[in-house]
């Protein structure tokens, strides 16, 4: 039989993941691109939080200019709401693989506390605002109780009532301290450990939760395609990230708009 005539297999093409550097690199641009919307536009050239929504109307109305602006606020906004799912998913993931939960939680700690003033600057233009706190106490605490529910589940066999505890009180912990998305994050971050086994569903639910901040359901797809694996660089990078960028955009806002 000739060999020129059978038929040819298709090679099939290999899938494309996304890894946990370009996933951490994504979340940080869209956070970056938040707070320059925020310190910048909304804070600075608009100085929305010195005007009644009247004056705000009246503004855009007769100033083609400002209009712009206040678009690409919104625009803004819009895209740093993609960035909390992808957070969230990573903090879940971080407990999961974590050798020493404590260490982890106090890093975590640490750059919430440091992020804390920048995090107003940026947000209110102040120095000390205690109206909200930054989004890393709400994955704090959020990892917090699902640390406790693992520990629950791990020591005793019909503990279930007692793991639902822990997210429910959590909950409370975010609205109490009025962390930035906080109940948002908690129910994340509990659906996601949750269904950790059934990616499909925990998908599904996550989105569902995403559409309070509309853009974030779009961050699913991101996450169904990351493939956890080693990391290029030292974590304190990452770390070190967040609050460095709430402090450069705000201090810019501050002195120079």
């Given amino acids: 039989m000739a060999q020129g005539n059978a038929p040819r297999l298709r090679r099939r093409e290999p899938r494309r993941y996304i890894g946990t550097d370009m996933l951490k690199i994504i979340g940080l641009l869209l956070t970056v691109q938040g707070t320059v919307g925020v310190a910048l536009l909304q804070n600075g050239l608009l100085n929305m939080g010195g005007q009644t929504r009247l004056e705000l109307w009246d503004l855009i109305q ?10 690409w606020s919104v ?15 990573l903090a879940v993931e971080g407990l999961q693989n974590t050798s020493s939960f404590p260490r982890y939680a106090l890093r975590l700690l640490i750059t919430a506390l440091v992020s804390e003033v920048p995090y107003d600057l940026a947000m209110s233009g102040k ?35 007692l793991q639902v505890l822990f997210p429910v009180g959590a909950v409370l912990w975010t609205f109490l301290f009025q962390t930035q998305l906080g ?21 599904i639910l996550v989105a569902v939760l995403g559409l309070a901040t509309i853009p ?35 201090l810019i806002g501050y002195f120079l708009l």
């Fill in 127 to 161: 120095w000390v605002d205690w109206s909200s706190q930054n989004f890393l106490f709400s994955l704090l605490i959020g990892l917090v109780a699902l640390y406790m529910v693992q520990e629950v589940a791990e020591a005793r066999e019909n503990g279930r009532a």
């Fill in 75 to 89: 625009l803004s906004k819009g895209m740093v709401s993609l960035a909390w799912p992808i957070f969230a998913y």
């Fill in 183 to 203: 109940i948002l994050v908690v129910l994340a971050m509990t659906a996601m450990y949750f269904l950790r086994e059934r990616p499909l569903w925990r998908d």
């Fill in 62 to 71: 007769t100033d083609q200019n400002a209009a712009q602006v206040l678009a």
């Fill in 216 to 250: 974030a359901s779009l961050s699913v797809l991101l996450i169904h395609f990351h493939r956890p694996g080693p990391s290029m660089f030292p974590k304190w990078i990452y770390y070190a990230a967040y609050p460095i960028q709430l402090l450069v955009i705000g």
